[in-house]
């Protein structure tokens, strides 16, 4: 069983910036995908952002690409997702979830392609 620790959430204004952390501990894989979904209240949960662990290869959804950036510190086995020119419909709930293998394709992954999630962790963005 794989654990997921996010933090990082709180309030920021419109424009601003946050960083959220995700620290992967347990079952572990060498080949490991870790992502960012997002549910906003009356929404279904959607997918942000995803980073191929070994191969580093990134996916974002097309609402963040270019505001948001994903990485990764292999040293603590934690992954951020660093956010920039936050708006207010960037207000969710964040969940960091993973894939115990890699995840290659043209497309974006969807929630099904993970099996662990973490709790979860609440960002407001006022305007």
């Known amino acids: 069983q794989m654990q997921l620790v996010e933090s990082g959430g709180g309030l920021v204004q419109a424009g601003g910036s946050l960083r959220l952390s995700c620290a992967a501990s347990?079952?572990?894989?060498?080949?490991?995908?870790l992502g960012w979904f997002r549910q906003a209240p009356g929404k279904e949960r959607e997918f942000v952002a995803a980073l191929n662990w070994n191969a580093g290869i990134t996916y974002y959804a097309g609402s963040v690409k270019g505001r948001f950036t994903i990485s990764r510190d292999n040293a603590k086995n934690t992954v951020y997702l660093q956010m920039n020119s936050l708006k207010p419909e960037d207000t969710a709930v964040y969940y960091c979830a993973a894939r115990r293998s890699s995840y290659y394709s043209n497309s974006n992954p969807t929630w099904a392609d993970f099996g662990s999630w973490g709790q979860g962790t609440q960002f407001t963005v006022s305007s």
């Open positions: 347990g079952r572990t894989a060498s080949s490991l995908t």
